[in-house]
């Protein structure tokens, strides 16, 4: 069974300072690994995702995330924050070798930017 | 494109009603997913379809729920008899299948906005 770990709820952080969404999975196989975010009253809305290649992602609104296959982790890192990303953050994965196409999310963290 | 649509967005009814929520895919899309979102147990996939053939349907909660894809720009996630418990926001998401890794704008899913269902 694949698993996602989101083990903050919620992360602070100031207006301009860099920011950390931590996410770990668990896979049978190798990982497709995403991001999501979603704002109040609203569906998801994918950010990046890592199939194959660079371990470093690169998405949406200046997001990226590290792969670390040893760690088995994908953080979601953004190098100043703004207060537009406050929001809710998912990390999903699937299993890319068994070909199952559904996703696993992890719970979420919600990410406050104070001004 | 509009995206995926969910209608209704908002529905309340009373328990032991019968609920019908519909979703429309992204046009040439061969996958949908249905999620339920609460917030004591966050994202849930409840059933997938590919090209309309139900793929993976161990996450419905129970035969109170059903769902169907009669063809590939419509499906319906239906719930009878309706009950309390069952109040929670539900996702329908479509995506296209990779055939070539390098496209990598396949194999993301694209949500709808979701349909707010309240059970009284």
């Given at each position: ?115 | ?35 339920r ?9 409840l059933i ?9 349907d161990s996450g419905m909660p129970e035969d109170r729920f059903s769902a ?10 239906k719930i009878q008899p309706s009950e309390?418990r069952d ?34």
């Open positions: 069974a694949q698993s996602v770990a989101q083990p903050e709820d919620q992360v602070n952080v100031a207006e301009g300072n860099p920011l950390t969404v931590k996410c770990t999975y668990s896979v049978s196989g190798n990982p497709y690994l995403f991001w999501y975010v979603q704002y109040p009253n609203r569906g998801l809305q994918f950010l990046l995702k890592y199939i194959t290649g660079d371990n470093l992602v690169k998405g949406s609104y200046g997001f990226e995330a590290e792969f670390n296959k040893s760690q088995t982790s994908f953080h979601l890192k953004k190098p100043s924050a703004l207060v537009s990303d406050s929001a809710l953050y998912f990390c999903a994965v699937s299993a890319r070798d068994t070909g199952r196409r559904a996703l696993t999310f992890g719970s979420g963290t919600r990410l406050q930017v104070q001004p | 494109d509009a995206g995926v649509i969910q209608s209704p967005r908002h529905e309340v009814t009373e328990m032991g009603q019968e609920v019908t929520l519909r979703c429309k895919p992204i046009s040439g899309h061969d996958y949908l997913f249905w999620y979102q609460t917030m004591m147990r966050g994202l849930e996939l997938y379809f590919n090209n309309n053939v139900p793929i993976d169907k894809m009669p063809n590939a720009s419509f499906s319906t996630l309390p109040s929670a926001v539900y996702f329908c998401a479509s995506s296209l299948r990779n055939l070539v890794l390098r496209d990598v704008g396949k194999n993301i899913q694209y949500f709808g906005a979701g349909t707010r269902l309240s059970v009284l």
